[in-house]
């Protein structure tokens, strides 16, 4: 490594100790044991900084934050874990962990437990917005503020790519899995996810599509991604309940939203007005995975709003 070159891989000043550049804090890769998992998470800024927790949703993982992280990490303290079941967490079989969303939460409640983080903004995405909100709604005293990409808590926002998950819930038969399992949960499904609403689809890496569709494919993790597509009926069902805690605690909430998504429409975005009036909504001309097209703004939108919410 040469002496231009900071851990990040960017570059640095060496002209001059006195010569004071703009630098990025390292992102580092870290193991912890909550809730008997081994939950893999990327880390990065001071301890004592403010934190913001980082829930990535389905197929991905905290690889879906390597850009986000280091826009973030000079003013707070950014935890990015990996759910049970996605990355680099590692479930023991002997746990015999239940996939649900309520289990997600808990796992993640004892995660924020285990590094000793007592307050924290969090970052909902997707499958992240369910977990997150359970976070809330049973620790609002916990959390600072919310910012909702792409993260469903309303009917409304639910588009029709829910269709056949939809069908699943309403017939759980082994034809209904199956015809989950040969459609979303192929390279195909996974690609579409990402480059579907996007004006350039060849702008988006293929490292971050590739790496959702290689673990997919580890031995069961199939499996397990059906049982959380089934469980997935149980996030609707508790939607009164976190517009109660919306309305109840009116947290900081900036709902910034990729409009040409499938899956969570920007009704879905709208709607956090009826309980938070003051929640700020910012729409993006891109996808679901609005972060991969538009991380600039989204980092932008997200440090004026945090800032502004202390």
């Given at each position: 490594m040469s002496d231009a070159t900071s851990r990040t891989g960017m570059k640095r000043a060496t002209s001059s100790p006195d010569d004071v550049r703009f630098t990025v804090p390292p992102t580092s890769i870290r193991r912890v044991e909550a809730d008997g998992v081994l939950v893999f998470y990327?880390?990065?800024?001071?301890?004592?900084?403010?934190?913001?927790?980082?829930?990535?949703?389905?197929?991905t993982s905290s690889f879906m934050f390597r850009e986000l992280i280091p826009r973030l990490a000079n003013d707070y303290r950014v935890i990015a874990p990996d759910l049970p079941g996605f990355g680099f967490t590692e479930v023991p079989p002997e746990r015999k962990y239940p996939y649900s969303f309520d289990r997600l939460a808990f796992?993640?409640?004892?995660?924020?437990?285990a590094l000793k983080i007592e307050r924290y903004a969090i970052y909902v995405f997707d499958?992240?917005?369910?977990v997150g909100f359970r976070l809330a709604m049973t620790h609002p005293e916990r959390v600072t503020?919310?910012?909702?990409?792409?993260?469903?808590?309303?009917?409304?926002?639910?588009?029709?790519?829910?269709g056949s998950i939809r069908k699943y819930w309403?017939?759980?038969?082994?034809?209904?899995?199956?015809?989950?399992?040969?459609?979303?949960?192929?390279a195909g499904g996974t690609r579409w996810q990402y480059?579907?609403?996007?004006a350039n689809p060849e702008s988006i890496p293929p490292e971050s599509y590739t790496l959702d569709t290689a673990l997919l494919e580890r031995p069961g993790n199939k499996e397990i991604q059906l049982d959380l597509f089934l469980d997935y009926a149980s996030n609707l069902e508790l939607y009164p309940k976190f517009q109660e805690y919306f309305r109840k605690s009116k947290p900081p909430l900036l709902a910034i939203w990729g409009k040409n998504d499938p899956f969570f429409i920007p009704a879905g975005a709208e709607a956090f007005r009826k309980d938070i009036p003051n929640a700020k909504v910012q729409f993006l001309d891109t996808g679901h995975f609005a972060i991969e097209t538009h991380v600039v703004e989204i980092a932008a939108a997200m440090k004026e709003f945090l800032q502004t919410s202390r």
């Open positions: 990327r880390a990065a800024g001071e301890a004592n900084a403010p934190v913001v927790l980082l829930l990535h949703g389905f197929p796992t993640i409640d004892a995660l924020t437990q499958y992240g917005a369910p503020a919310i910012i909702s990409q792409n993260g469903n808590a309303y009917e409304e926002g639910l588009g029709d790519a829910w309403a017939f759980p038969s082994a034809e209904n899995r199956d015809i989950l399992r040969q459609t979303i949960l192929t480059t579907h609403g996007v």
